[in-house]
Every structure is written in structure tokens, then in C-alpha cells.
């Protein structure tokens, strides 16, 4: 039998949750929780293998109940259960320890097999999070190498500008760190812009971000 924690600040979801899992014969819903900080109360009472995790609650988010369920020496499994599929709280679930995330429309036979999957020790993601990852990670390995190649135009010098801008600091600042006067980096940040094709210090920012120099 898999003991399941339904964490939710929705009452009317936990109590939907709870009926259809309840359904499941290899499934059992040990205990409830309103938030991040009553999860870890309810792990403690219930000992649960898979935990059903809301993100946006009050007092504690389930991000952070993630992580600090899964930093335990016998943690249980976590599954995030959410409506919002941002790609930040995707990557946030998933580095915390969530061995799971799915959105709230999955249909009842796909969270009682997500459920049982990753009590098995299989980490589940949606068809729809499954591609959202990876279409990320194409659309960044491609800025990645178009930055890497434009920023080879650069000058040694050039490039040390670049990656200054990319950490904030302002033209004194730059020629503080690497000892030239205030025009010469003006100039160098007008061959950049000139080289690059590009308006302005924030897209020279952002160019070296998506190089990984910042």
C-alpha cells in the first residue's frame, strides 16, 4: 500500500484529491496539509512514501517544503501538483528534490500512475512539462552557441568589457578593474555595440548571459 500526503491550501482539491486516490486500490491518503510548514508536521505523524505538493501556499511554498523534505535521511517521494507550469517553477521543483510534476487538468488515472511510478522509484513528468523542458533546453543551447560565436568577434579586451558590462558595473568601474581611462572603455563599448550589431549595454548584457560569462 502507498501512503500518500495531499498538500494543498485548497480544501475543496484536497478533499477531490483524497476521494479519487482513496479509489486506488494500491493507494492509501494518510494525511493532509494546508501549507509547506504543515507538510513537514504530517510527514512526521503519517510517514508517507509520496507526497502530492501544491507550489503557491502561505506561510511555507512548496518549493521549500520540497527541499527541506527531501534533505531528510528517509525522505518521502515528492510529486508537484500545481496549475502554474512557468518554466521557472519547473526547474525550482525539480532541483528542490521533486521527483514529479504534474499540472491539476491530469486526468485521475494519471496521478494515481504518476503516483505509483514514483513510489517505484520512477520520476514522472507530464507530456506537456516533458516538452516545455525540452524546448528549453534547445532554445538555449542555441542562444548559448550564438552568443559564444558572436562574442568571438571581440578583441581580448573587448571581451573582458563585455563580460564587466554583463556583471553590472559602470564604465568607471571597468576602468578601475582593468586599469584604462574612462574613454577607452567608451570606446571599446561602442566597437562592441558596433561589432555585434547590437543598441545598447543591456542587450551586450544579455549576450554574455546567454554565453555563460556572467
Do not use: C, W
Amino acid at each position: 500500500m502507498i501512503r500518500v500526503l495531499l498538500v494543498d491550501d485548497d480544501a475543496m482539491v484536497r478533499a477531490g484529491l483524497s476521494m479519487m486516490l482513496d479509489g486506488a486500490a494500491e493507494i492509501s491518503v494518510v494525511g493532509e496539509a494546508a501549507d509547506g510548514n504543515e507538510a513537514i508536521t504530517a510527514t512526521d505523524a503519517h510517514a508517507p512514501d509520496v507526497v502530492l505538493m501544491d507550489l503557491r501556499m502561505p506561510h511555507v511554498d512548496g518549493i521549500t517544503a520540497t527541499r527541506r523534505l527531501r534533505a531528510r535521511a528517509h525522505p518521502p517521494e515528492v510529486i508537484v501538483l500545481t496549475t502554474f507550469d512557468a518554466d521557472e517553477n519547473i526547474l525550482h521543483a525539480l532541483r528542490a528534490g521533486a521527483s514529479g510534476f504534474l499540472l491539476k487538468d491530469a486526468s485521475p488515472p494519471q496521478i494515481v500512475e504518476a503516483v505509483t511510478r514514483v513510489a517505484a522509484g520512477e520520476p514522472i513528468l507530464s507530456p506537456r512539462i516533458t516538452r516545455r523542458l525540452m524546448e528549453r533546453t534547445i532554445t538555449h543551447a542555441g542562444a548559448y552557441e550564438r552568443a559564444r560565436t558572436a562574442l568571438a568577434a571581440l578583441t581580448p579586451r573587448e571581451h573582458e568589457v563585455a563580460v564587466s558590462i554583463a556583471h553590472g558595473r559602470t564604465n568607471a568601474d571597468i576602468a578601475t578593474e582593468l586599469a584604462m581611462g574612462i574613454t577607452t572603455v567608451k570606446a571599446h563599448v561602442s566597437s562592441i555595440l558596433t561589432k555585434l550589431g547590437l543598441e545598447n549595454r543591456t542587450q551586450i548584457a544579455l549576450l554574455a548571459h546567454d554565453a555563460g560569462l556572467a
